[in-house]
């Protein structure tokens, strides 16, 4: 029984360590199927994250944080899609100067406003997304199996946590039962055609951008306002480079890229369970060769296991109108 409430416990965890690669997958996912390659993920969700967790702190609402974090999000994209879209530069150059920019700015305006070495102040419970408790969580808790799998792993987590998985579907579906889900990924394939049929490349190319920015914002206020009560210098960690790889690994589908999201989340989980053990053999392990498990692991998955992944045809391709 011990160890079913140990994999629950791990389950758990990955559920909430998956969530932030999750959203910032799916953001990728809109961009790339129109055919935006957006390095720049990283540091959309460092700036959202720095954001959101700002304006909470200021203002005491999460929720004005996490609009907070998505306009900031929008204001990169913006950037982002001016340099690559209108000026037709080269799209992984800009993604990089936008990590760079949120790099720097955010520990200069972290130590400029709060002197705290580029931190801001510690969010209290109301100023933060709190874990919601599903009904029947607490009297199910002492049944065996079921009363675990559901108080701990289904219930208990907070809203933004189940907005993400919720947006599994509904990508799924848009991209591939709508109308505008058939013209975005064919302005990702071939935006010449689309151009010909009287349909503005620009504008969905664009329309994209934006969604990837709710989405990457979203995922930035989680890291700052729902997962911890605070932002910390470069607390994304690289999660916008493992959800590209994420996206290639799911060969820019919606289900398979939760699935390799949740991969990673369990391996990230699995390594804070295994820091300190003694192994056989070799015996404690140092925690920084610990640590590096989840991604030592999911370098060795997308170089041996991934296959052929075909991206749009016209990814990171500037389109140029025939007049």
Request: hydrophobic share 40%.
């Given at each position: 029984m011990q160890?079913?409430?140990?994999?629950?416990?791990?389950?758990?965890?990955t559920v909430r360590l998956a969530v932030p690669l999750l959203l910032a997958c799916?953001?990728?996912?809109?961009?790339?199927?129109?055919?935006?390659?957006?390095?720049g993920l990283e540091g959309k969700l460092l700036g959202s994250a720095f954001g959101a967790a700002t304006v909470a702190a200021v203002t005491g609402s999460a929720w004005l944080g996490l609009l907070a974090g998505i306009g900031v999000a929008l204001c990169f994209s913006a950037v982002h899609g001016l340099a690559s879209i209108n000026l037709k530069g080269n799209q992984t150059i800009s993604g990089v100067a936008l990590n760079f920019l949120a790099a720097g700015l955010t520990t200069f305006l972290g130590q400029a406003w709060f002197q705290?070495?580029?931190?801001?102040?510690?969010?209290?419970?109301?100023?933060r997304f709190t874990p919601i408790t599903l009904p029947f969580a607490n009297e199910l808790a002492d049944v065996p199996i079921i009363g675990g799998l559901y108080s701990e792993l289904i219930s208990g987590h907070n809203i933004l946590t189940y907005f993400a998985f919720i947006a599994v579907p509904?990508?799924?579906f848009v991209l591939f039962s709508t109308r505008f889900g058939l013209r975005l990924r064919a302005v990702g394939?071939?935006?010449k055609a689309?151009?010909?049929?009287?349909?503005s490349v620009t504008r969905l190319r664009y329309q994209a951008l934006i969604i990837t920015a709710i989405l990457v914002g979203i995922g930035g206020t989680y890291l700052s306002v729902a997962q911890s009560s605070g932002f910390n210098n470069n607390m994304s960690a690289g999660r916008g480079y493992i959800a590209l790889a994420a996206l290639i690994f799911a060969k820019w589908r919606p289900w398979p890229a939760l699935l390799v999201c949740l991969l990673f989340g369990f391996l990230d989980a699995l390594q804070f369970r295994l820091q300190g053990i003694d192994f056989p053999v070799i015996g404690q392990v140092p925690v920084q060769a610990i640590q590096v498990l989840p991604y030592l692991l999911t370098i060795i998955l997308l170089a041996g296991f991934i296959g052929r992944a075909v991206a749009p045809k016209a990814a990171g391709i500037p389109y140029t109108k025939e007049r």
């Open positions: 160890y079913y409430t140990d994999l629950i416990l791990i389950l758990d965890s799916l953001a990728g996912l809109y961009s790339e199927r129109a055919g935006i390659v957006d390095i705290r070495g580029g931190m801001t102040p510690q969010l209290g419970n109301d100023q509904l990508t799924a394939e071939n935006p689309l151009d010909t049929a009287g349909m």
